[in-house]
């Protein structure tokens, strides 16, 4: 919890860093927040814990089940004041103990809709690679927003920009850098994903679940989920409820396309197998591509550029049947944005 407060800090969320620090005394002390998480004392740091419990109270505020609280939260309208939010954090800990211990066992869902800056770019690579229809499938996918790619518009500082300007997610200064290769736009011809837990976009449940993961202080992030949402209604996708390792078991190429898996800071949820798995898949279908089936994979993952460099959000992309492999760039922050190309 200490740890992920440093991270909100860092990434722009004020109040839930000095919440999560107030919840970790609170862990320490015995209190509310120790009894909520029983049973979570060995779960492992990538399943997001901390994030799963400031997702679920975020949760019952949307809902209006926690109004004390709502007053403090700028989501709904709320002032912010930590000082004020933390009592009444702590008595919807109290009151909706149960109904938050049931909620903590779904997975986290964080697949923030401004990583499509990174994958507007990786596409532009594979189009200039090879000018093919894409199918796009995710790994991870959460409600597949971003699988809606081409429907948003990305710009860069100086207004340049792809995608449709009329399109309700519009992702400001989202690149900078050497800018990805230009030329004519992605053929999406299908947009496939698989999570251990999809949720649609479309339905009440699905927007306020995803909603909840957003943190209650960043308003530019609540803005670009819900116009997502609203690209979503007219733009299907079709999930699967599968494992990473499954779902790419059963992917085939397709004639006269490209394929493109592309994944977002989901790689740390698997365990190493599952990991291999999905990596030495991927090495069988790539044997199987050639000049009428190519085989992309675009990512967004925390890594080294060499052993001893810091870990990054690095952006890369490998193709068969060539067998390359290139870092594009790296991501400033998690949640995608900006994007600095190399």
Do not use: K
Request: proline share 8%; hydrophobic share 40%; glycine share 8%.
């Amino acid at each position: 919890m200490r740890l992920q407060s440093e991270y909100c800090a860092e990434l722009g969320s004020p109040l839930y860093a000095a919440l999560l620090a107030l919840l970790a005394d609170d862990v320490e002390a015995g209190g509310p927040t120790a009894d909520v998480l029983s049973g979570h004392e060995e779960d492992r740091g990538p399943s997001a814990l901390a994030l799963r419990l400031l997702g679920s109270v975020h949760r019952l505020v949307l809902e209006r089940s926690a109004p004390r609280l709502a007053l403090h939260y700028p989501s709904v309208g709320g002032d912010g004041d930590v000082v004020a939010a933390w009592p009444a954090l702590r008595d919807v800990l109290v009151e909706h103990r149960a109904r938050l211990r049931g909620l903590l066992d779904q997975p986290p869902q964080t697949n923030e809709v401004g990583r499509a800056a990174v994958l507007a770019g990786g596409l532009a690579h594979v189009v200039a690679w090879r000018d093919r229809p894409v199918r796009l499938v995710e790994i991870g996918a959460s409600g597949g927003l971003n699988l809606r790619v081409d429907r948003f518009r990305v710009e860069s500082a100086d207004g340049l920009g792809v995608g449709p300007p009329a399109s309700p997610v519009v992702l400001h200064d989202a690149w900078t850098g050497a800018m990805p290769p230009p030329g004519p736009a992605p053929r999406i011809v299908e947009r496939l994903g698989c999570d251990v837990s999809p949720v649609d976009a479309t339905s009440t449940e699905g927007r306020l679940l995803l909603t909840s993961y957003v943190w209650a202080d960043q308003r530019d992030r609540l803005e670009r989920l819900r116009a997502a949402f609203e690209v979503a209604r007219s733009v299907p996708v079709t999930l699967e409820r599968a494992s990473a390792g499954d779902f790419v078991r059963r992917l085939e190429l397709r004639p006269g396309t490209t394929t493109v898996l592309w994944h977002s800071i989901m790689w740390q949820y698997l365990d190493p197998a599952e990991q291999r798995s999905v990596d030495v898949t991927l090495d069988r279908l790539g044997a199987t591509a050639d000049e009428d089936r190519g085989l992309a994979r675009i990512s967004l993952e925390p890594a080294r550029r060499h052993p001893s460099a810091p870990r990054e959000m690095l952006v890369r992309m490998r193709t068969w049947p060539d067998g390359a492999e290139l870092t594009l760039g790296a991501a400033v922050t998690a949640h995608g944005l900006p994007v600095v190309w190399d």
